[in-house]
C-alpha cells in the first residue's frame, strides 16, 4: 500500500493512493487523526486495503510530506563512494557519518515546487531515501536496525549551496530554506530487508539522468545509521533519517548547474515510486 498526507477541501487528510485516486483512510479511523498517529499506533501495517472504503477522491487533491510535523528530522551526508571523493581529502572514508537537522517547514510535498529565495540563485537538488521510524529507542544495536522502520519515502534535499558554506562548522542554515527541499508522495511500509539493501537511486533534471548510485555502495548502511543516531538521541515514532545523496548534483559541474524556475527534478528510487517537483522563485 501507498500511504498519503493530502490536502483536500481545506483540510489535510491521509489516507491511501490507488491508480483510482486518494482514498481517505483517515475518515475510517478517526482515533489516528494524522499518519504519524498511525505510525505511533504500530497499525501502518495492519491498515485493511480499500475495497470496501466508500470515500474516493479522483483528483482535486494535492500533496503534503508524508508525515506531519515530525519530532526530529536528520540528514546524513556524504554517504557514497564518489560523493566522498569529491571533497578530495585524501581520506577513502570518514570515520563517522557527518549530520546535521533539517526543519518540516523546509520541505514541500509531491508536485509541489521548490522555491528558490531572493537572496540565492543557488539552489541545488539531492535526491535520497528517507526511512520512518515506527519503533523508537535508544542505542539500538546494528543488527536490529531495520526492525525499526516502519517505512520508506524519497527526499529532494534541496540545498542553498552558498548558505552551506556561511560559516566554519555547521551547514544547517544552508539546508532550511523554507520550501527548498520536497519529500513523498508517499509512504510504503517496510516489510523486508530487501526493500533497501541494494535498490538503484536517481535524480533527473529536465529528464537528463544527474545522480545514479545504489543503496549496497552507502558508506554508512542505513542500519548503521540509524544504530548511530540513537546512541545519542531517543528516536521516536514518525521521526525520519534521510539517508544520503550520490555524485551528480549541480554544484559539483564546471561550471556549476543550479535550479531555476521552470525546472522539473525526478528522484526514483526502486519499490519506493517517483518524486517530481518544480522550481519557483519566492
Known sequence: ??????????RTAWGHITDEGFH?????????PTLRDVIAAGALSHIPDTDEIPTLYRRGFSYEIPVPNPEKIICVGVNFPDRNAEYKDGQDAPPNMSLFPRFPRSFVGHGHPLTRPPESEKLDYEGEIAIVVGTGGRRIPQDSALSHIAGLTLCNEGTI???????????????NWDGSGAM?????PFKS?????????????NGELRQQDRTSRMLFPIARQIAYISTFTTLVPGDIIVTGTPTGAGARFDPPRFL????EIKVIAQGIGTLINGVRDE
Open 1 to 10: 500500500m501507498k500511504f498519503a498526507t493530502v490536502s483536500i477541501e481545506g
Open 24 to 32: 481517505d483512510l483517515g475518515a475510517m479511523h478517526p482515533q489516528w
Open 161 to 175: 549551496r552558498d548558505w552551506v558554506r556561511h560559516a566554519k562548522f555547521n551547514v544547517t542554515q544552508g539546508k
Open 184 to 188: 513523498g508522495p508517499w509512504l510504503i
Open 193 to 205: 530487508d530487501t526493500q533497501l539493501t541494494d535498490i538503484e537511486l536517481t535524480t533527473e533534471v
Open 260 to 263: 531555476k524556475p521552470g525546472d
